[in-house]
């Protein structure tokens, strides 16, 4: 049974440009979590998703950052114009049907690099 | 004041010492409580949920204690293999679904 499944694990843009960040859940898992860790700190949630439904984005900047969970296909999280500060480690997590009081399963992570 | 606060620390500890963690949450509408650990440059893995009645995994124990809104993390005989940084994690609640992540405890673990 794969787990989380992230790709790709390291991204590198300049200033300006745009960040496609993509998440497989674990197979049978339908919720979606997305997190970012800058250097030396904690993971702060930024976005909750069901199959095609945002449950809970109060994490995410207002400007700039998307996401999505469409009915097929991976979660995508779309960083537009990025700029320095979005450098930082993105954690997707998935859990089952019963969601957010389930344990989330991590995936490794891609770690963005804005130049 | 922090939705979820935990002692940075590091802990520095000797082989086959007990060391304890503790984790305190501000939303008194919690509804599940985990440990988590991290290593260096890898994603969280799940150590244990936490429930009021205690939880025991071999050397490890969580507890968690709603009247004082606050988790423990027991780890008894600590092993190299221990070192790590321990996110205590708070799930649910009034206002949101979102999980709060502690900003974690490091643990060394010396020979």
């Known amino acids: 049974n794969a787990g989380v499944m992230q790709n790709p694990r390291h991204l590198v843009r300049r200033r300006g440009q745009e960040a496609r960040l993509r998440c497989s859940p674990m197979?049978?898992?339908?919720?979606v979590y997305w997190y970012r860790q800058l250097p030396e700190e904690g993971l702060k949630f930024m976005v909750y998703l069901q199959k095609e439904n945002i449950i809970d984005e109060s994490g995410m900047p207002k400007e700039r950052f998307s996401a999505e969970f469409p009915k097929e296909g991976p979660s995508i999280l779309r960083i537009q114009q990025v700029v320095r500060g979005d450098s930082a480690a993105y954690f997707c997590?998935?859990?089952?049907?019963?969601?957010?009081?389930?344990?989330?399963?991590f995936g490794p992570g891609t770690r963005l690099l804005v130049l | 004041r922090k939705e979820v606060e935990q002692d940075p620390g590091p802990f520095n500890v000797p082989e086959g010492a007990t060391v304890a963690f503790n984790c305190t949450y501000s939303n008194s509408a919690s509804q599940s409580f985990f440990w988590y650990r991290q290593d260096c440059r890898k994603e969280p893995k799940l150590l244990m949920s936490?429930?009021?009645s205690g939880n025991e995994d071999g050397r490890f124990t969580a507890q968690l204690n709603r009247a004082s809104q606050y988790i423990s993390l027991l780890i008894r005989d600590s092993k190299l293999s221990d070192s790590a940084t321990y996110l205590c994690v708070v799930n649910g609640g009034t206002g949101g679904f979102k999980t709060i992540f502690g900003a974690g405890t490091r643990l060394f673990v010396k020979a």
């Open positions: 936490v429930y009021s």
């Open positions: 997590a998935s859990s089952p049907p019963n969601g957010i009081m389930e344990t989330q399963y």
């Open positions: 197979k049978g898992h339908s919720h």
